[in-house]
């Protein structure tokens, strides 16, 4: 579908207003009264509120799930008819694709192209592939002497948290949401307190789609009570979790402290984008790899956001980045010509402006950018700054921001140790047109996906797996399923 500026425009002042958690089928304030602003990063403005969830609230939340899947509605329904629901749901995120779009900018500042595509558009893939697997997944029969049958059962593993960034809440959300329930379970989705406009929407069409009553429950509020207290529940079965390494940990500990839940953990990266002398299209290449850190203002947890350049090239090809890095459109990202959209919060902008200081008192030279655009709203420029050493913080810290590092390196070897010298290991790019370096390469970073001469796009059926300290798990891909399913052996003597 083509996007039309006059119904974005029609969508973007609509009312948000003061919103609730969606509990038990219902809309429920909180119990303590608390809300959170919601202000809206592309005018600094409030546009509403949420919810500020008090442990109270979060414990009803979980023990509606829990009534929900004891009660089977959902986790004894027909398999066909789960389907059914589920395909309804993609149906109705297409159906509101725009508004729920519009109001994810509204909320976290995405250029509202990559915006569409990414939040309801792949959303609704989502909902599609794992409606698609659910009847296809069989259990086994294990091969045992004659004397027994022994079976292999998939049962869905209870009640699932799920806990998500504020960089594309929709996506990331549905990209844990779609499989726990097409596997059975009963949901508590808690998105993050800087972006949750639109999965509270999701439930709203979850339950139209017919989601029975307490399958799918949102909570919103912060980290630290509402995020905690799913972590905490001895009543939740398994948390899967993206966001920052440093919440991962605390989950960690909420798990050893409660029932030993399983804890799926998707975390950040400081990915290397490595691009050799013999990778063609010196001015292609380097607008692509542009394009890979400062699309969504660099707030995309598989960023290139360390460029590792063969020395041979270096010259030529900052150029042309730097050309690229210029030329890109910052602005409202409820406008189709900005490429670029805003700062996800007030908090993260100032992380931005932190590093480029930081980077400048290690020794760094900041080529272009760092600095913020003023006006309304959250907006930096798109940053690149040459690393002093392989120690400069820019190099080993996540930014989560438009902020380019470069380096250079002399042959594979050395451009290889570079690239793994991080305790990340969530994505890399290479760009090389020797075929036999390119599988080289494959085998040698330490990332969870190495692109090849392109940076980004992978889909649904690929898994996103984050190694070292980028998690210890996975979304995506029917792989995933498994993380919602328990496996129960019945070995049955029969003579
Ligand atoms: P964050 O870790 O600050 O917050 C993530 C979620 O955790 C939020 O909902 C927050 O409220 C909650 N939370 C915070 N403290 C908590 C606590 N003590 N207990 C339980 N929950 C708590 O991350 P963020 O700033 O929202 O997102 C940015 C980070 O996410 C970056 O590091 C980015 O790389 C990462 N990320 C990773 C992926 C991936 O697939 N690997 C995708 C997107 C973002």
Redesign the pocket.
């Known amino acids: 579908m083509a996007l039309n500026q006059a119904e974005i425009d029609r969508l973007r002042t609509a009312a948000v207003g003061d919103l609730q958690n969606f509990v038990d089928g219902d809309w429920r304030n909180s119990s303590g009264g608390s809300e959170i602003e919601v202000i809206s990063p592309c005018s600094g403005q409030q546009i509403g509120t949420i919810i500020d969830s008090s442990e109270a609230d979060v414990l009803a939340a979980i023990a509606a799930a829990r009534r929900s899947f004891a009660a089977g509605h959902w986790s004894r329904m027909a398999p066909q008819r789960r389907k059914a629901i589920l395909f309804r749901l993609a149906e109705l995120i297409d159906r509101d694709a725009l508004e729920l779009a519009v109001l994810g900018v509204r909320d976290n500042g995405t250029e509202i192209s990559m915006a569409f595509a990414a939040e309801p558009g792949s959303a609704a893939t989502t909902f599609r592939f794992y409606a698609e697997a659910l009847d296809k997944l069989n259990g086994d029969i294990t091969p045992t002497g004659p004397e027994v049958l022994s079976l292999i059962h998939r049962e869905p593993v209870g009640v699932v948290g799920a806990?998500?960034?504020?960089?594309?809440p929709l996506m990331?959300g549905a990209?844990k949401v779609a499989p726990a329930l097409a596997a059975g379970n009963s949901v508590i989705l808690?998105?993050?307190?800087?972006?949750s406009l639109t999965l509270l929407k999701l439930a709203e069409l979850a339950a139209e789609a017919g989601v029975p009553a307490g399958v799918f429950n949102v909570v919103t509020?912060?980290?630290?009570t509402?995020?905690?207290t799913?972590?905490l529940s001895h009543d939740v079965d398994v948390l899967t979790?993206?966001?920052?390494?440093?919440?991962?940990r605390?989950?960690l500990r909420?798990a050893a402290d409660s029932n030993f839940k399983a804890i799926h953990l998707?975390?950040?990266?400081k990915s290397p984008n490595i691009v050799f002398d013999d990778c063609g299209n010196i001015e292609e290449v380097a607008r692509l790899s542009a394009r890979a850190i400062f699309a969504n203002s660099g707030?995309?947890?598989?960023?290139g956001s360390r460029l590792l350049v063969q020395e041979s090239i270096r010259e030529p090809f900052l150029e042309a980045l730097v050309k690229a890095a210029d030329a890109t459109v910052v602005g409202d990202p409820l406008r189709l010509e900005s490429q670029v959209g805003a700062i996800?919060t007030k908090a993260?902008l100032d992380k931005n402006i932190r590093a480029v200081e930081q980077a400048r008192a290690a020794g760094d030279t900041v080529i272009t950018g760092g600095e913020q655009i003023t006006g309304d709203g959250y907006f930096f420029r798109p940053t690149v700054i040459a690393a002093k050493s392989e120690d400069s913080p820019v190099v080993r810290e996540?930014v989560?921001g438009p902020v380019l590092s470069v380096q250079s390196f002399r042959d594979e070897d050395e451009a290889v140790r570079l690239a793994n010298d991080t305790p990340y290991g969530?994505a890399s790019g290479v760009w090389t047109q020797n075929i036999s370096r390119a599988h080289r390469m494959v085998g040698r970073l330490e990332a969870g996906v190495v692109h090849v001469n392109c940076y980004g796009g992978a889909d649904i059926t690929a898994p996103?797996v984050?190694t070292k300290q980028?998690?210890n798990g996975f979304?995506r891909s029917l792989s995933a399923f498994e993380k919602y399913q328990k496996r129960k052996t019945a070995w049955i003597r029969i003579s």
């Open positions: 806990i998500v960034p504020w960089n594309f990331i990209w808690k998105p993050s307190e800087a972006a509020g912060q980290g630290a509402a995020g905690r799913i972590g979790f993206t966001g920052s390494g440093n919440v991962g605390h989950l909420y998707e975390l950040g990266g707030q995309v947890c598989v960023a996800g993260q996540e989560f969530l996103l984050g980028s998690g979304d």
